[in-house]
């Protein structure tokens, strides 16, 4: 099948917006419409040779926008539709190259027909992409399902980002520089959208704890080397005093507040978190807060311990650690169990992103949606083709879930075979699994856009620390279990704060 060849439409498109005051536009269209039709005639062998031809598909097109042009009611989504059904005989694929060959300045009376891509209702963001790049795909269709399964399933933030989306499922789709002034009045960008999807941006951590429903982020209890690291200095804590008041920094499902109510106790336990978490039930001395480790809303000198498990390193250290170093009493205990960047969970994060954001996971998923609501014998198709790809792939065995993309693809296939429309039953498990795929992408980038500023070796470990004035008892390399799996996890560092510090 014949694709447009993006470098040979690299021309500024026509504005029509100027079409009623602008005796000269017509003779415009007719002179560029011969013009790229002429350069594209290698491309397109049916693009007739003979001037007069040519002439008059030009006066074709310009009486076509004439007519339309000089209605009240013109549009850039009246616009898009004529172009759209522009078909001049004797052209064949060719006829595919209108939408991109003319343009509509978008005024403010104007915007309200651009679409919000990152705030439209799904079935609204489908419908006007139907029709402001359907001409593009109109002899592709199954192109066209895949780019709006694409741009409704990752909501992008940019016009490029837009166009990325549209590459990644047709190659030869326009170079941005030509797509750009053309469809820049047609999409809009929320900004609160575009922020959440910030890089650096953290997810909800409420969110994170409620859909990870264990104890830890390790999917169960600690790997044996963190409850062995924890343990030993929670032994020595409880051995000085049975009844200190031990701070735990980002407490999320009290893995490591209960840990040490198993040493001891009488230990007063505070576990603080970004996320709104409750105590847990039945314990006695154990008190949960929310709270940003930036600014602990505790006294000078309160804590006789401090401990966090993979928590202290998600806030700003130059804030997070002097607030550890000030609510810490001279000669206070620390332990902290840090991630590397070679760690097994940060590897399966990036891992599980690069996967998400290259294979057609979230776009079936979009599909389904949209197939259930609105959906075609295509679109089924190709749901059906596209899902027996990803079943070969192995994507729980790949990513470590427990046959969470085995029960998708087997509820969403018994949807798309069924012949009821709008099945809520299958509507919720697709939204389901969008909402924890998202939820988990956006906890993995996170993740991962903090590694660049995490200890690499012991070090810099010590050295990023002592900045602060802690003082360094040891480091250790935690890793997942001795005997059977060398993984690495993390670090492990044990610290105090000096007996003569004076807070800083």
Do not use: C
């Not at 002429?38 to 008059?56: C, D, F, H, M, V």
């Not at 509507?427 to 389901?432: A, H, K, N, Q």
Request: proline share 4%.
């Amino acid at each position: 099948m014949n694709t447009i060849d993006s470098p040979l439409l690299s021309v500024k498109p026509i504005d029509l917006s100027r079409f009623h005051e602008d005796t000269r536009l017509h003779q415009e269209i007719k002179t560029h419409v011969r013009i790229v039709l002429g350069a594209l005639r290698t491309r397109y062998p049916q693009i007739p040779r003979e001037s007069k031809r040519l002439e008059a598909i030009g006066e074709e097109v310009a009486n076509l926008l004439s007519k339309s042009a000089g209605q009240p009611d013109f549009s850039m989504l009246i616009l898009a539709q004529r172009l759209a059904e522009l078909q001049v005989k004797g052209l064949g694929h060719a006829n595919d190259l209108w939408p991109w060959l003319f343009a509509l300045s978008a005024g403010p009376e104007l915007a309200p027909e651009a679409v919000d891509v990152s705030g439209a209702s799904r079935t609204d963001l489908s419908r006007k992409l139907r029709v402001f790049i359907g001409g593009y795909f109109k002899n592709r269709q199954e192109k066209l399902e895949w780019v709006i399964a694409a741009v409704v399933a990752w909501r992008p933030g940019t016009l490029r980002g837009l166009h990325h989306l549209i590459t990644k499922v047709d190659s030869s789709f326009l170079a941005f520089d030509v797509f750009e002034p053309s469809w820049m009045p047609y999409f809009s960008f929320g900004a609160v959208a575009a922020a959440h999807r910030a890089l650096d941006s953290a997810p909800d951590w409420t969110l994170v704890w409620k859909k990870k429903q264990t104890q830890t982020l390790y999917g169960g209890d600690y790997p044996s080397s963190i409850n062995a690291f924890l343990i030993e200095v929670l032994s020595e804590i409880r051995n000085r005093d049975p009844y200190s008041n031990i701070l735990d920094i980002g407490t999320g499902n009290h893995a490591a507040t209960l840990l040490a109510r198993s040493v001891s106790s009488g230990f007063e336990l505070y576990g603080i978190d970004f996320a709104r978490m409750q105590a847990p039930a039945d314990q006695a001395r154990i008190h949960v807060l929310q709270m940003n480790a930036e600014h602990l809303a505790f006294r000078d000198n309160a804590f006789s311990a401090v401990v966090s498990v993979n928590g202290i390193e998600y806030a700003e250290a130059e804030r997070a650690l002097p607030e550890m170093y000030r609510v810490m009493r001279p000669g206070a205990v620390g332990a902290l169990v840090l991630h590397r960047p070679d760690s097994f969970i940060v590897v399966r994060a990036i891992r599980f992103n690069e996967l998400l954001e290259n294979a057609p996971i979230m776009e079936t998923l979009a599909l389904a949606w949209l197939y259930i609501k609105e959906g075609t014998d295509l679109m089924r198709r190709e749901l059906e083709r596209e899902i027996s790809g990803l079943e070969k792939r192995n994507l729980d065995e790949i990513l470590g879930t427990t046959s969470f993309f085995e029960k998708l693809w087997d509820g969403i296939r018994t949807a798309i075979r069924s012949d009821r429309k709008s099945d809520e039953t299958a509507l919720g498990l697709v939204e389901l699994g969008e909402e924890v795929l998202h939820w988990a992408h956006q906890k993995n980038r996170f993740l991962a856009s903090r590694m660049t500023s995490v200890a690499s070796n012991r070090e810099q470990v010590a050295n990023w620390l002592t900045q602060y004035g802690y003082e360094i008892d040891a480091i250790e390399d935690l890793r997942l279990d001795a005997a059977f799996d060398r993984n690495p996890i993390g670090w492990g560092v044990r610290l105090r704060k000096p007996e003569l510090a004076a807070n800083r």
